[in-house]
């Protein structure tokens, strides 16, 4: 659909969207918010839109937060209860606030890959959970993509600012990465960001944190529900744990330590483009005086 969508025109192609889709519906998808629209105008709504897939939390592949911030149309196929359905997301141009018009239609009988028999579309919807999985990993590491922190960062953003909660994140680069490169070949180096990726992973909350590698030899991690206290804390954990472990490169143990950069978000909030560039300087910063967070 090449032709722009805006708040002022849409009233006339509902009709039409209705009869094509088995759902539609407007979002907020900074906010994850159902909107209802009345009047040419998209007033919120206290309904989350992750809640119509059912699985409790937001969805790691979101194309409405892509959409909106590339201003284009993006698809995806998600998985529903017992169900496969085909998800287009349009922006509305000329909004005053984000809103992104959802198309939602079962796929469920109508789309198989490969041959043979299915019983209910199952091996599809395995497959359809590994692609969307897929698309926010890192293929190295398996933590997140900076294509995830993109999408996710905003949302956790706006939650935060929403509950009046406190929102850290940390900027973690390994040190000297070129040269062990250099040294002992990509190969080993690779094995050390993987490694690296383990111990950030291990070091964070499982039920509120997450990590993205960010490119390279550098990470990012969101800490949730946390203040400068305790996300100084974490880096500390972080930094420890790189110094109590023996990397191997080419059958040679080495050491390791990264520079962190912390930052925690202002009461107002501010964008996530603002802390992703705020925690980098400071980790570059800490970079530059090489010296341990103590």
Not at 228 to 253: L, Y
Request: glycine residues 4%; hydrophobic residues 35%; aromatic residues 8%.
């Amino acid at each position: 659909m090449s032709e722009k969508i805006t708040l002022d025109s849409l009233e006339k192609k509902l009709s039409f969207f209705h009869q094509m889709y088995d759902a539609v519906r407007l979002v907020d998808p900074v906010e994850k918010r159902i909107l209802k629209y009345s009047s040419r105008c998209a007033e919120k709504t206290d309904r989350i839109c992750y809640a119509y897939w059912q699985n409790g939390h937001i969805c790691d592949n979101c194309i409405s937060i892509r959409a909106y911030r590339k201003r284009k149309s993006f698809i995806k196929l998600e998985c529903a209860p017992q169900k496969i359905m085909l998800v287009t997301a349009l922006p509305i141009e000329s909004a005053e606030k984000p809103v992104i018009l959802e198309l939602l239609k079962d796929t469920t009988d109508t789309m198989l890959i490969g041959s043979g028999e299915y019983e209910k579309g199952r091996k599809f919807y395995a497959a359809v959970k590994e692609f969307n999985r897929m698309v926010i990993r890192d293929g190295l590491t398996s933590i997140y993509n900076r294509r995830f922190l993109n999408d996710r960062l905003p949302a956790d953003i706006s939650a935060s600012v929403l509950r009046k909660e406190q929102l850290s994140v940390i900027f973690l680069d390994i040190n000297s990465l070129k040269s062990i490169n250099d040294t002992f070949g990509h190969a080993a180096g690779d094995q050390i960001i993987q490694m690296s990726a383990k111990i950030i992973q291990s070091c964070i909350r499982q039920d509120s944190d997450w990590t993205a590698r960010y490119g390279g030899d550098e990470f990012f991690v969101c800490l949730n529900h946390a203040g400068n206290q305790e996300a100084t804390q974490i880096a500390r954990r972080i930094q420890d744990k790189f110094e109590n472990s023996v990397f191997s490169a080419n059958g040679k143990n080495v050491k390791i330590s990264v520079s962190l950069g912390i930052v925690t978000m202002p009461e107002q909030g501010c964008t996530a483009d603002d802390l992703i560039r705020l925690s980098d300087r400071k980790m570059y910063e800490e970079k530059k005086r090489n010296r341990v967070m103590r």
